[in-house]
């Protein structure tokens, strides 16, 4: 991607026409995290600051990169990271990595607004929630100049807000939460919470049940989704943590599917896992992470089974209320962070197993409070069944997209672009590939090294048990 009241969270997908992709193909190296980092936003709820701790194995650490505003998140695009500068900021910030993360632009998305996310579907259309407004802004992340505003006032509760959260892009869709809470009645839940789509093409909302009246969103099935919306592509659906009220056992990790529009029911829910889930990142088939607040309030590290909905183990318990975000890492280790007042700073464990890398928490100076990844693909404990393709990122993409696929075991794999029409227009690769992740670039040329048009685009994998398809956009 998450936090008391409002924390954000993390991830992104159409046009039309034909083109020919040229491509460079190449396997992850052993490190597959090499030349990459983490990127940490820093609090103590008054100032703000932010971190870096590099992926090459060293967890070296270069504290205080960039002033930010307090209680700040964090995405990377483009190879920028993007800081969402919350109430008081109401800005987003944009860092360049390749110059000592110093600050590109600064562009407001409108005052006491206070932004709670960004989710980009190009490098001049992206979105952000205004979690103190009823209006979903379009922005330009490469101007700031803001382009367009999806309204979003027929979701609002009682108090007037529909209470806009965190966001993503699957393909020509944007999915948004609407936490609904009632700011007059200690922000408590006031009736349905949901999830707004948005057509990315016409910057309206999509009608989930034409067979009501209106414009219906999708309904969740319990109240105040509170951690990222993020892809299982295990399960080839969305997943978000429903928290319901505070301290009360009325919710968990629910399941949408972005396909037919509807929730789908619970995949962790609150009884099992021990209390609140905050955060959650899914590893594998049969491997998650939670933080969960327990009946004392005190947040806890878990991991569970996202095949059957169980806890497995407690991984990290602090004893008080210090864990505030969880991610992990393109090479599979899971980042923490924890605020504890003695030693606050990112602990780091292995996603495999649980088991811890650093001894005791990295220091980041100020307090962690968010973590993004420059790279990404997370590596899968456990991969599904022979092979997986996974969506191309970025998408759209202009000109160079990225195509990961996992291979349970080493086996000789086809990979073919078709344009709208189906027709075959290059094949990627017809070779065998050694088992892991592996994935291929493409440049947005054809074979003649002749640049291509916008449009819609198909990339199909075939392998020894598989043949699967996803939808790429060139967007020039």
């Known amino acids: 991607m998450i936090r008391p009241s409002n924390k954000p969270s993390r991830f992104n997908g159409t046009i039309g026409g034909v083109i020919i992709l040229v491509f460079m193909l190449f396997v992850l190296p052993a490190n597959p995290e090499a030349g990459e980092f983490a990127f940490i936003t820093t609090t103590d709820y008054s100032t703000g600051s932010s971190s870096v701790i590099r992926l090459d194995g060293s967890y070296t650490t270069e504290i205080d990169v ?67 407004t009823n209006e979903l802004w379009v922005v330009n992340p490469s101007t ?44 408590l839940p006031s009736g349905t919470s949901y999830i707004a789509v948005v057509d990315c093409d016409a910057d309206t909302l999509l009608d989930t049940d034409p067979g009501q009246a209106g414009i219906q969103p999708i309904e969740l099935s319990y109240t105040n989704p509170f951690s990222n919306i993020q892809y299982n592509p295990f399960i080839n659906r969305l997943y978000v943590s429903c928290v319901g009220s505070w301290g009360v056992n009325d919710g968990g990790v629910e399941i949408i599917n972005h396909e037919t529009l509807q929730s789908e029911g619970l995949l962790f829910t609150e009884s099992n896992a021990g209390g609140d889930i905050n955060d959650v990142e899914i590893f594998s088939a049969s491997l998650g992470y939670a933080i969960v607040t327990n009946s004392s309030f005190n947040t806890d590290l878990i991991s569970f089974n996202p095949a059957t909905g169980a806890k497995l183990a407690t991984v990290y318990s602090p004893g008080d209320y210090v864990i505030n975000d969880i991610e992990i890492s393109p090479g599979g280790k899971i980042f923490l962070a924890d605020i504890t007042i003695t030693a606050p700073g990112i602990r780091i464990y292995n996603a495999y197993d649980g088991s811890v890398i650093s001894s005791g928490a990295i220091s980041t100076g100020l307090p962690p409070f968010d973590i993004c990844f420059s790279g990404g693909v997370q590596t899968d404990a456990e991969l599904p069944p022979v092979a997986i393709l996974k969506q191309n990122y970025p ?54 090294s002749k640049e291509l048009a916008s449009g819609i685009y198909f990339v199909r994998l075939k392998s020894e048990g598989l043949t699967a398809t996803k939808k790429m956009i060139l967007l020039r």
């Not at 930010?68 to 998140?73: G, L």
């Not at 509760?157 to 966001?167: A, F, P, Q, T, V």
């Not at 869709?173 to 009645?185: H, S, T």
């Not at 672009?417 to 592996?438: C, H, M, N, P, W």
């Open 66 to 132: 960039a002033s930010i505003h307090s209680d700040a998140v964090s995405r990377h695009y483009n190879n920028l990271v993007y800081v969402v500068n919350k109430l008081g900021g109401d800005n987003i910030q944009v860092l360049d990595p390749a110059s000592s993360f110093s600050t590109l632009r600064q562009f407001s998305v409108g005052n006491g607004s206070n932004p709670q996310d960004i989710a980009f579907l190009s490098d001049s259309k992206a979105y952000v929630t205004r979690y103190d």
């Open 144 to 187: 700031g100049v803001h382009t367009g505003t999806v309204d979003l006032s027929t979701l609002a509760d009682s108090d007037g807000l529909c209470e806009m959260d965190k966001m993503i892009i699957i393909n020509d869709r944007l999915f948004v939460c609407i936490q609904r809470l009632d700011r007059n009645y200690y922000w």
């Open 395 to 448: 998408n759209p993409f202009n000109p160079i997209t990225t195509i990961p696929f996992s291979l349970e075991k080493a086996q000789r794999v086809n990979i073919t672009v078709y344009d709208a029409l189906g027709k075959r227009v290059i094949t990627l690769a017809d070779r065998e590939f050694s088992s892991g992740l592996q994935k291929v670039t493409w440049n947005a040329k054809d074979g003649s």
